[in-house]
């Protein structure tokens, strides 16, 4: 399980993060959804440990995630940021390998196992007719998936999504959410001993309500609400999250959060 234990991050004497507490059992997936600047991103960060915390722990499987080596903590998690323009000199190939390089030999080279992971990783993402192309050649969406492929390569155990639909078309959303639903299901990649934890940030309430099995509410930096999507996608709870009059609409079958929309639709 992973846990974070009043968490608090200040940056610049400003305070970012105050007093989360949060556990995410494993083989989860934790959506955390908010407005604009209500810390999901830096929540992301803290945990990747990109930023020290000021206050708090996190803990994976009972283990201080601050006390690890860089080293160690590239095999514990593996991130994909929200979407930008990536350097145009690797194929993409070679960029989802890098991957692997938390994991290589004392040589410091890439074994065979390695490049099969890669490989496995690109064909689950639908990137591996891009292998020979070049990370520049490709459009935002394309570069997304050969990121969320060069994560998978990585075997963590635990995953990072920072709004991993951005640029995405309505086909590849639903592909990548419901890939990451059938890794967290079936154990992760296949040849990888890596059970997948993920948590993710979405702006998309009802995808968060379809995927996610518990959804963490943020508002100024602290957690408003955590539960299942039934119990936290309600009016109720996210109008005055997103300060916004919103209403939702019952969808068919007892398991499903309902469908969440503006008031005056």
């Known amino acids: 399980m992973l846990t974070m234990e009043d968490v608090s991050i200040r940056l610049g004497g400003k305070s970012i993060i105050k007093q989360v507490n949060l ?47 860089i080293l160690e903590r590239a095999r514990q998690i593996a991130v994909v940021q929200q979407a930008r323009r990536l350097p145009g000199a690797y194929t993409c190939k ?10 290589l030999n004392w040589l410091g080279h890439f074994e065979e196992r390695d490049r099969r992971l890669a490989v496995e990783a690109m064909r689950r993402t639908g990137t591996l007719d891009m292998a020979d192309r070049l990370i520049g050649e490709l459009s935002g969406g394309e570069q997304q998936r050969v990121l969320l492929a060069r994560a998978l390569a990585q075997t963590a155990p635990i995953l990072l999504l920072d709004e991993p639909t951005t640029h995405l078309d309505l086909q590849y959303q639903l592909n990548l959410l419901n890939l990451i639903r059938d890794l967290v299901n079936h154990g992760g990649l296949a040849n990888s001993d890596a059970h997948l934890t993920v948590i993710l940030t979405l702006h998309d309430l009802n995808l968060v309500g379809r995927y996610a099995d518990q959804v963490a509410v943020m508002v100024k930096g602290s957690i408003q609400s955590v539960g299942t999507p039934m119990d936290v996608m309600t009016p109720d709870t996210l109008s005055p999250a997103f300060n916004v009059p919103l209403r939702s609409i019952p969808l068919d079958g007892q398991d499903k959060s309902p469908f969440i929309v503006p008031a005056n639709l």
């Not at 915390?53 to 009972?62: A, N, Q, V, W, Y």
């Not at 070679?94 to 994991?103: D, F, I, K, N, Q």
């Open 23 to 69: 556990s995410v059992p494993e083989e989860s997936i934790l959506g955390v959804i908010g407005p604009n600047g209500a810390g999901k991103t830096t929540l992301l960060r803290a945990i990747s440990g990109t930023i020290p915390l000021s206050d708090g722990k996190i803990t994976f499987r009972g283990k201080d995630l601050s006390k690890l080596s």
């Open 94 to 103: 070679e960029t989802v390998l890098m991957g692997r390089t938390p994991h």
